[in-house]
Each structure stands twice: as C-alpha cells, then as structure tokens.
C-alpha cells in the first residue's frame, strides 16, 4: 500500500515570498490533515479535511495560510507571503476517517527555510 | 498548543538496555497515543491507550496510563540501536474536536 506522499521535500525561499506544498493521502482516506512541526517541538495541527470539506482550522493562520483539498482527494497549504518564523517542517496525515479510532499515516513532510 | 510534556527531552542508553519516557498532561483526554519519528521513516503510530485502560503492551513497548495524575510513561525494554528516534505523547480531549495535541518529545540515542 502507498503510503502519503508529499512534495517538495525541501524548499528554501526568502521572507515575503510565497510557496505551496503538496499532498497526496492514502487512496480511499476521507481525512486529511496538515501539521506544522517547529524544530525541538511535537507537530502542531493547522487544518483537518473531511473528504474535501474543512473540520477544523482554529490553528491556522488565516492572514497567510490557505489550504484547500479540491475534489476530496489531494491537498495543497500555501503561505503567502512567508515569514521568518514559518521555517519549520510541514506533514501531512491522512486516516480512513474522522474521529482517533482511525490511525493517522504520516507523510515524510516539507522542510521549509525562510532566510 | 503543546499539552504534553515530555521528560527527560534527551537519553542516551546502551543497547539492550531499557528506556523509559515519561509524559505529562493538563487537560482531561478521551486517549493518549506515542509515536515515533526518525528521519528515515517520519512519524509513525506506535500505540493507543484509553483514559479507562492503566496498561497496554506491544512487543518491546510498554504504556502505562494514570489519569489520577495526568501522566503515561513508554517503556522501551531491550533497547535496539535501531530504536533511536524522537519519541512524541499525544493526547485526544473529544472536546477540543478529537484532535492530536503532541508534546515536545524525547530524544532517544542507541548506541551499539
């Protein structure tokens, strides 16, 4: 079984710009989740999907990030513009369902550098 | 927010010794999870321990969960070199939406 694929995994980019990420979950997951994991700490949720609809977003920070899972499948978090403090590495997670009855599978994450 | 705190943050053992990680948390929790992160396979599920369960094992791995005082430890016995990883507790409260909160982690080193 494939498991949850991410790209790019690296990516370096000067503050105020922009950058995307992409995901690909495991074929037939309905939930999606972004995490932000800052060096020394544990991943951080930013947004959960269910199928294509938004469950959860408390933790985003909606003046710069936007994430949208069109079509219920694949996912895309974009940071516009960046800053200093979002260098960090960003993982995606997806699990049969909603609820912590359903394992989460991690991808291998984003590593991002914002000089 | 980070809930859990993990101690010690760093531990370095020998092979074929034992580890053990300790989490503490704040809130009430539904379950608590561990997981595993190393750089050649990411973040992994290890086990899942509910708030009604004191014990639960999985090979070499051992939880034990005391809610009365808001902390689980993760027993590691005959530790391997490939056993060296970043350790995370995660708690679920349903009444934050079910989701993950993890803690700082703990660093284990192995050595052969």
């Known amino acids: 079984e494939a498991g949850v694929a991410q790209s790019p995994r690296y990516k370096i980019i000067e503050k105020r710009q922009s950058v995307a990420f992409w995901c690909n979950p495991i074929?037939?997951?309905?939930?999606l989740y972004w995490y932000q994991q800052i060096l020394g700490q544990g991943p951080k949720l930013l947004i959960q999907?269910?199928?294509?609809?938004?469950?959860?977003d408390s933790q985003l920070p909606k003046d710069r990030f936007s994430a949208e899972r069109l079509k219920g499948v694949d996912s895309t978090l974009k940071i516009q513009p960046a800053k200093l403090e979002d260098s960090a590495v960003y993982l995606c997670?997806?699990?049969?369902?909603?609820?912590?009855?359903?394992?989460?599978?991690f991808g291998p994450g984003t590593r991002l550098t914002v000089t | 927010s980070q809930q859990g705190e993990e101690d010690p943050q760093a531990l370095s053992i020998q092979e074929g010794e034992n580890a053990t990680m300790n989490c503490s948390y704040k809130?009430?929790?539904?379950?608590l999870q561990w997981y595993r992160q190393n750089s050649g396979r990411g973040l992994v599920h290890l086990i899942l321990?509910?708030?009604?369960?004191r014990e639960k094992h999985s090979g070499r791995l051992r939880v034990t969960l005391d809610t009365s005082k808001k902390s689980s430890s993760l027993l590691i016995t005959a530790s391997r070199a490939a056993d060296t990883a970043s350790y995370f507790c995660?708690?679920?409260?349903?009444?934050?939406?079910?989701?993950?909160?993890f803690g700082q982690g703990t660093e284990l080193s192995v050595k052969p």
């Open positions: 997670a997806s699990s049969l369902d909603t609820g912590t009855a359903y394992e989460q599978y």
């Open positions: 999907f269910q199928n294509n609809g938004v469950v959860d």
């Open positions: 074929s037939g997951h309905a939930t």
């Open positions: 995660a708690t679920v409260d349903y009444n934050q939406g079910g989701k993950l909160i």
């Open positions: 809130t009430s929790i539904n379950n």
């Open positions: 321990i509910r708030s009604n369960e």
